[in-house]
């Protein structure tokens, strides 16, 4: 088994990780955020600060489908099979070669559009719910094919989990959902960028070491492991967490005896499990060790330019209601009525829900008569996930390492994953990145406490010197 662009950030072979060793032994507790003390080591207070709330937002629930235990990728398949020939489903949750991604939502809202149009007659109403990256593409072929299309958006921008800020204070735009790709498996999304004018940076991490820690390195012992503990799931019965398989198959205490550099393998393990987390959402007592973890895949460009330019250039000319809320799906042989939050209803031919799983899984749409069991057990068995980020913009630099990728490791702090934007655009901005159970703890924090939890993992950074490979 290999590792994804789910590892962009700290796969030992794809030269993107940087380590900051913060301690040399296993668990030495950092304290966890609290609204006011301020960090032992002066780190300026950021001159703005903006941050995601997915795990909340009740028009997301949380960031990215994962395979939890028990999931498969038949689920998915289960889950995008058109319903009568009246409902059809796209989103990132019903992507199998892609999933979690801005392309495999775009590609999956191409194939619900050719699946309507293998049903519908000419000059159909379709209605498509959700303007993310699955519902404007869906929205933009189905238009350019002459049905008579509408999008309904429950938020009040298009975008979905595209969610760019521009603002006179920042001096770049602030993606506050998707915005790395890679190279190889985004390069349509990359000409479609390209072609739109968005500029997109490449990203190439560096190795560094905390001054002070013995040596830069990359961590090995992660990856390993968890090669490791998928492995020996692969011969098992049946299948158990990624975690149960780490304990089960002794990788974890094979790490727990190794070092790096001085560095302990239990804490190495630990930051490369939170790093996993940042990229597909998923702790690892919950991610299928058999499914759970896909491709080779690697991160290695940013979007900067803006990202929310692809869905606002799909969505150009298409009919669309911002600000309403599907609450309730009734379907039949004749055709489809959306009851909408506004208390109206909308009848139309056919409908393509990419609302997202979570929001599917919470019963925020009530469909009538209920989705077959199929769907109903996909909704059920497929994981959601939490990653949130914070960006960070300060007056000037505080630290001085032109390393673009920085891992903590040996903390108990949440935010253990930094891009540091002054590397890739020459701006003071450092973006924490975080997964899992963290991403949940801190969707729940005020924006001081967010911005203190920030600081404080951050202490390892301040002065740190240039370092890189
Ligand atoms: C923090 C974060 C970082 C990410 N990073 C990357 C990355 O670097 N690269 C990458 O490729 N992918 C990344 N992703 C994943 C990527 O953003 C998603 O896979 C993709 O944008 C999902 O598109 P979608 O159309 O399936 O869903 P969404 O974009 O969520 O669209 C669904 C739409 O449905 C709307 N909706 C919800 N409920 C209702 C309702 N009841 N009625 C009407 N409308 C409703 C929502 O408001 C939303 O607009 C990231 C995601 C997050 C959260």
Known sequence: MSFSRRSFLVGAGSGLSLLVLTACTDGKPVPTPTSSPSPTIAIPRPAGMLRSKWTTDPFSLGSHSFLAVGATPQHRDDLREPVIGRLFFAGEATSNDLPGTVLGAQNSGARAAGAVADAATMGERIAVIGAGAAGAEAARLLTLDGYNVVVIEARNRIGGRIDTRTSKSWPLSVELGAWRLGKATDAALLTRLASLGVETNPFTGTLLARPGASASTVNTVGPTAVKTATDWAAAQATDSSLKTSLERSGAAKTAAASTIDGFAGTALLDQYLASLATTNGATDSRLSSWFGIDEDVHYDRLVMGGFDALITDALDGVKTSLSTAVVGVAYSDSGVSLKLGTGESLKVDRAVVTVPLGVLQQGSIAFEPLLPF????????????????????????????DAAAWNLVGTDDDFTSWINLEAVTGEPVLVGIVGGDAARRVAQLSDDQVVDSALRALVPFAGSKPHSQ
Do not use: C, M, N, Y
């Open 374 to 401: 199929s769907h109903r057990a996909a909704i059920q068995a497929l994981g959601s996930g939490a990653v949130e980020t914070v960006w960070l913009r300060f007056d000037k630099p505080f630290w001085s390492t």
